[in-house]
């Protein structure tokens, strides 16, 4: 059966799971999803820190249900996409830069690295947690390895703030 029947925007968890339809790319999905965190970043870029990381927590768990029902109904565990979690990915990342196109860029190189390279425990996170949560968890650890290592990056002044 062909999925493409499955998916239905008017379904609020498919039109947040697939990113506002971004997840429908024709290819690299999971790029085109991740770019949909870009409202999020921006509109909580003056918040206080604090804020930001109870506002990364509050779309990480909307997105483990939103993502756990979206795979059910399309019947495949983590379907290409589904990119709920590439948003809170790269929102997590985020968290805490002063926001430049050379932040945003870097940060979008590193989360995409440690997303599709998934080294160490971002791989386990992948091979062994299931569900809704499966499919966030591992995406949210790429966004804390990413986060540490934009930070780091700023801190030792490779990048202008």
Not at 22 to 41: D, E, M, V
Not at 127 to 134: E, I, P, Q, T
Request: with cysteine; proline share 6%.
């Amino acid at each position: 059966m062909n999925n493409n029947r499955k998916f239905n925007l008017k379904r609020p968890h498919q039109f947040f799971g697939l990113g506002f339809g971004t997840g429908l790319a024709p290819k690299a999905p999971g790029t085109f999803g991740t770019f949909a965190a870009l409202p999020f970043i921006f509109m909580t870029m003056y918040y206080p820190l604090w804020l930001q990381i109870v506002f990364a927590v509050v779309i990480s768990i909307f997105g483990i249900w939103a993502c756990g029902k979206t795979a059910d109904d399309l019947g495949v565990h983590d379907h290409p996409a589904i990119v709920w979690d590439e948003v809170a990915g790269y929102y997590i990342t985020m968290i805490g830069a002063a926001l430049s196109w050379q932040s945003l860029l870097v940060g979008f190189l590193l989360f995409r690295f440690f997303d599709i390279a998934k080294p160490g425990p971002i791989r386990m996170l992948d091979k062994r947690v299931h569900g809704g949560l499966g499919i966030m968890a591992d995406d949210i650890l790429a966004g804390i390895f990413s986060l540490i290592c934009l930070q780091a990056l700023i801190k030792v002044g490779l990048l202008p703030f």
